[in-house]
């Protein structure tokens, strides 16, 4: 564009802005005043760069800028160069070079270097030159002996520099400690972009849901942009957009890829969220190999909190280059000085979706697979801290693939162990039913591995309260091992022991006692006293007697086993405690009350430190707590505490479960006993 020129000191202003003034620009006001500050402040900036992800407004900003300084220096000329590409550049100093009224020479002769000339000589005036898109490092500084724009950049005293990119590599190499990143909206900014750019301004009253389309849009001016032009054009309520965006990935890939008509932009550009950030894959794919396996291993697990220990592994330095690759376009932002990272959601899809133009996402996903059940740790506490970590990004990837691999159901098995450990026994189901699946498709029903997934199931199911689902499986594993195993043979021995357990629960008393007499004798001869397997039948065993009011055989087995336990395990020991659990109710039915107080005390002190407000052996100790207060006639304490547990147990278990009812009558008694 060509506007009116304004002479000083004998110069004439020209400006070649490229793209058109945006109505709908608002808010970015710090940064704006940060580049008036930096370029025409006391000491002034030759050279500045705005730097961020794609599609966060780098471009906007600085067309504002320009004309604000149009608006408020009128002795500065302004141009405006795009470096979408070698021919777009050079397309740019040409009409530069018409408007300054330039002529080659010769025939030969760079209209860039003309234009370089012009701009360094006093003759031009001052003036403000901006590289917008400068994201290709070869584009920028030149490669194989070929220059790049910079070569043809002025350095004239009387002008200023300011250079937008997607390449945090670029920014610095181009303006040193002069760059301004450039970050997502504010929630404020936000809302008043979608309200300038909708059509219907009543779309915006309700606030509540406003704010929750652009926190799924992350505040990102460009999917909000996008987001405006589909709803002025297919007239849809702003709660549908929502509900696509909600919606099944690959429809969101969709609306996403939507592109849409924008003045305000390069007319060949790609104006739609789930596209602008093509272009970067492809350049990070031309010059990082490294950087490409990251961001492909990424697509596959959670976007949030990634720990660099999870990533696949290279020599540290290549791995922290490639890293570095990554945060410099913004795909992959760091958490403060840790070592974790978060990815922008939006982004994570569109990686997903570049891999699939490639045809490359299957292989991506078995890749990550084979990655993740090598490093993926056992369900040992002492790696809780890891796996914790690990499980979000396991499960979110087990959950994409459609075909099942030896390597994917390992991994099943392993995460389904952790949670288990981890007591989140509705998720580990999940993963151990899966798991039970394939190997009944793959496995003879006498193999080891299918026995052995099925016993898990079971012991899952015991746990999550399904006992009869669990008493099921049990008698069919033990039935199948009873064949095929001896008697002596620890994994039958542990079917056994299960089975019991489960045939407790569901108050089958006698047969439980029958089983675990048997486990019990046979565990003496073979293993130590101290032996983790031994103490856990002795213990259940114990259990039995004092349900078929066996008390004082009880106690004499808890009192031992609970002994034991005090010297091998930490007193956080989800084991441990419930043999102290077990020992307490035990004294209580032998009425003493006291001793049984005391130890309950301390294991539900314990258990809600480690344990959740639902978890069923945290609400089993409250009730024996409870029950233990009522009897020593603490009425108030024990109302508190049962009417906390019923409340629970109504939220978690069927009306007709025995441990509810259980709990409903001895709050019952306890408000009959408190009148």
């Known amino acids: ?66 004309y604000r300084v149009q608006e408020t220096r009128p002795d500065y000329s302004i141009f405006w160069v795009p470096v979408l590409s070698e021919q777009s550049a050079v397309q740019a100093y ?38 917008d898109n400068a994201d290709d490092q070869e584009l920028v500084f030149g490669a194989n002996d070929k220059p790049g724009v910079e070569e043809y950049l002025p350095q004239s005293k009387h002008g200023v520099v300011l250079l937008t990119t997607r390449s945090t590599a670029v920014a610095a190499n181009f303006a040193g400690s002069d760059v301004i990143d450039v970050e997502q909206m504010n929630p404020e900014e936000a809302a008043d972009l979608l309200r300038k750019s909708l059509s219907r301004k009543e779309l915006v009253r309700d606030e509540a849901l406003v704010a929750d389309l652009l926190t799924h849009l992350i505040f990102l001016p460009l999917a909000i942009t996008q987001a405006a032009a589909y709803l002025n054009q297919t007239r849809a309520p702003l709660h549908k957009y929502l509900e696509l965006l909600q919606g099944a ?21 790609r104006n739609a969220v789930g596209t602008t950030w093509l272009v970067s894959f492809d350049q990070i794919a031309k010059s990082d190999q490294a950087a490409v396996q990251l961001l492909s291993f990424i697509s596959c697990i959670e976007p949030k909190a990634i720990p660099q220990a999870m990533l696949p592994q290279r020599e540290p330095e290549e791995l922290e280059w490639a890293i570095g690759t990554l945060c410099s376009y913004s795909f992959l932002i760091r958490q403060e000085d840790s070592n974790t990272f978060d990815m922008h959601s939006l982004v994570h899809i569109a990686t997903r979706n570049w891999l699939a133009m490639q045809g490359r996402k299957e292989d991506v996903m078995n890749d990550a697979v084979c990655h993740l059940v090598e490093i993926f740790p056992s369900s040992d506490y002492a790696k809780r801290d890891t796996w914790r970590v690990y499980l979000p990004h396991t499960i979110r990837l087990l959950g994409q693939l459609e075909h099942k691999s030896n390597d994917a159901n390992e991994l099943l098995e392993k995460a389904g162990n952790c949670l288990y450990a981890d007591r989140r026994f509705k998720e580990s189901i999940r993963c151990r039913e899966e798991e039970y699946r ?22 899952a199911y015991l746990e999550d309260r399904r006992i009869k689902d669990a008493i099921t499986i049990f008698e069919h594993v033990v039935a199948v091992r009873k064949e095929t195993l001896d008697e002596k043979d620890h994994n039958r021995l542990t079917s056994e022991h299960e089975l019991a357990s489960a045939y407790l629960e569901d108050r089958r008393i006698k047969d439980a006692i029958t089983i675990f007499e048997h486990i019990v004798a046979v565990r003496k001869e073979i293993l130590d006293e101290k032996d983790h397997s031994r103490l856990t039948s002795e213990h259940e065993l114990a259990s039995a007697y004092l349900d078929d009011r066996r008390t004082k055989d009880a106690i004499m ?50 258990e809600k430190e480690t344990l959740d407000k639902k978890d069923h052996s945290r609400l089993a100790s409250e009730h024996a707590l409870a029950s233990a207060y009522l009897n020593d006639r603490r009425i ?40």
Request: charged share 35%.
């Open 557 to 606: 087995i808890f009192e031992h086993v609970v002994a034991v336990e005090k010297e091998i395990l930490d007193e956080k020991d989800h084991s441990r405690l419930t043999s102290e659990h077990e020992l307490a109710r035990a004294y209580l039915k032998d009425q003493r009350i006291k001793d049984a107080i005391t130890i309950l005390e301390h294991v539900v002190a314990v």
């Open 94 to 131: 040409t009409e530069i070079a018409r408007k300054l009224d330039l002529r080659k020479m010769k025939e030969d002769e760079d209209i860039r270097e003309l234009v370089c000339r012009h701009l360094n000589s006093d003759e031009a005036g001052k003036w403000l030159l901006i590289i």
């Open 249 to 269: 990935e690959k429809d969101v890939s969709k609306l996403l890829g939507r592109e849409f008509k924008d003045n305000t932009r390069y007319r060949d550009s």
């Open 1 to 66: 564009m060509q506007t009116p020129t304004c002479k000083q000191a004998g110069h004439k202003t020209h400006y070649h802005i490229q793209l058109a003034k945006n109505k709908q620009f608002t808010g970015r006001t710090a940064i704006l005043d940060a580049l008036e500050k930096m370029l025409f402040g006391e000491e002034p900036s030759q050279k500045t760069a705005l730097v961020g992800l794609g599609g966060v407004g780098k471009t906007q900003i600085a067309l504002r800028f320009a």
């Open 636 to 675: 108030k304490d024990a109302i508190i505490i049962l009417e906390h547990v019923v409340a629970v147990r109504k939220e978690t278990l069927d009306k007709k479960d025995h441990d509810r009812l259980a709990s409903e009558y001895e709050l019952a008694r306890a408000y009959l006993t408190d009148k």
């Open 438 to 459: 394939w190997k009944q498709d793959q496995l003879d029903k006498k193999d080891h591995s299918r026995l052995a997934s099925e016993h898990a199931l079971a012991s």
